[in-house]
């Protein structure tokens, strides 16, 4: 059955990888974009939405409902990232992070579950990242905002447990998208060469790991296996085996192994 399915953050990378597999699926698909005259040439329905801004949501959302009368499948993709250290970061970097990677995911579904649960059915599906479930050196901010994505998917799904409404977490590992590029980097302030030098080797790690990620392609194809599914599973891990192994991992090796498999990996030693 073909459905209407609003993907956020269309305009590059895994969000315009995923509209674009969608709409090629024969679903009616509306991608978004701050800036509307990012998406140009595509096969779905560009539509312009901020999920930083209340109004901006709501607008986009009765755009829809008005041309289509649903949402049938929700793709939270809209994200951003910033890199730096923690123990000096500043707390504006942090609300900004998590403006657009958690507040934006709760905002479109505010704005759009209702409908659903009026409907008695729909999905959701919020775009995790394995760094939320494990945090990764010099990307903490990022980290923390796809943990909270985390616990608030699975608290959404015990409360719309008897509506008809799904809700899944995918999570990837690294893709080769621009999302290297447009990453923030908070300056490093401190007068410490040896931080320094660790926090500059894990950012290089991270962009090496990116460069060579898959193609955002493979992503899109498991959402499109996603959305055909009945019932679809709580979570799913989608990257390069040695990236998708590490949540294991974490789960059967002491605390103090894990953590120094990671430095070593990032160039903390």
Known sequence: MKKVILVTGASSGLGLATATALAAQGHTVYGTSRDIKRIKDVTFNPIEMDVTDDASVNLAIDKIIKA??????????????????????????????????????????????????????GLVINIGSLAGLFGLPYQGLYSASKFAIEGYSESLRMELQNTGVKVTVLNPGDFKTDFTGNREKAPFTLNNDKLKGEFEAAVAAMEKDESIGAS??????????????????HSYLVGAIGQTIVPTLKAVLPGSIFVKLMNDHYGIK
């Open 216 to 233: 955002p392609d493979k992503l899109a194809a498991q959402i499109c296996k996603i959305v055909e599914k009945s019932k679809p599973a």
């Open 68 to 121: 289509e009368g649903k949402i049938d499948v929700l793709v939270n993709n809209a994200g951003n990232g910033i890199t730096g250290p923690l123990y000096a970061m500043p707390v504006e970097l942090a609300k900004k992070q998590f403006e657009v990677n958690f507040f934006g995911v709760v905002r479109v579904c505010s704005a759009v579950l209702p409908g659903m649960i009026e409907k008695g059915k």
